[in-house]
T-cell receptor, first 113, second 110 residues
């Protein structure tokens, strides 16, 4: 256990479903991140939140909607996804926005059918 | 943008062997990190090493920023070292974003 917990570990959803991924950290970190990991591609940064404010949005399609209600919790709301969105979604946190000291969760393996 | 290339892409070792993984980057960076992803998907930060040399147990890393490369050394490899090793960098133009390589997939056989 790294201190960053992601749920669920696995998710299968249809293209018309709505689901949410959850990330929780109790490390006292101030920044949280969503990453997408697809086979044969580099990790892709999706969103960055610093002190609950979104500070980075990497041209992610609107079918992905992040939410950060407090500095310990981060959600990724999913709706009308495409099969190419199937991937491992990783949450991470850092003490500040200095881009080091990363702690990652174990990820959610998402399959869109 | 900055390109990050890692080599070799795949590596198979016998337990006890040593290895060197390389990360080349195409422009100046102010941040370089090495990560290990185990076969179950867990990513662990190994080193924050924008320059110089660091050691942590059987692992060590060296970054030569002026020549735009970093090396990760694994000595006396163990089966638990298996997984994918990633190099990631950021630069002054966008310090919040890490640019990742494709990784080196390492299998250590008993």
């Amino acid at each position: 256990e790294t201190g960053v917990t992601q749920t669920p570990r696995h998710l299968v959803m249809g293209m018309t479903n709505k689901k949410s991924l959850k990330c929780e950290q109790h490390l006292g970190h101030n920044a949280m991140y969503w990453y997408k990991q697809s086979a044969k591609k580099p990790l892709e940064l999706m969103f960055v939140y610093s002190l609950e404010e979104r500070v980075e949005n990497n041209s992610v399609p609107s079918r992905f909607s992040p939410e950060c209600p407090n500095s310990s919790h981060l959600f990724l709301h999913l709706h009308t996804l495409q099969p190419e969105d199937s991937a491992l979604y990783l949450c991470a946190s850092t003490p500040g926005t200095g881009n080091y000291g990363y702690t990652f969760g174990s990820g959610t393996r998402l399959t869109v059918v | 943008g900055i390109q990050v290339e890692q080599s070799p892409p795949d590596l198979i070792l016998q337990e006890g062997a040593n290895s060197t993984l390389r990360c080349n980057f195409s422009d100046s960076v102010n941040n370089l990190q090495w990560f290990h992803q185990n076969p179950w998907g867990q990513l662990i930060n190994l080193f924050y090493i924008p320059s110089g040399t660091k050691q942590n147990g059987r692992l060590s890393a060296t970054t030569v920023a002026t020549e735009r490369y970093s090396l990760l050394y694994i000595s006396s490899s163990q089966t638990t070292d298996s997984g994918v090793y990633f190099c990631a960098v950021s630069y002054a133009g966008n310090n919040r974003k890490l640019i990742w390589g494709l990784g080196t997939s390492l299998a250590v056989n008993p």
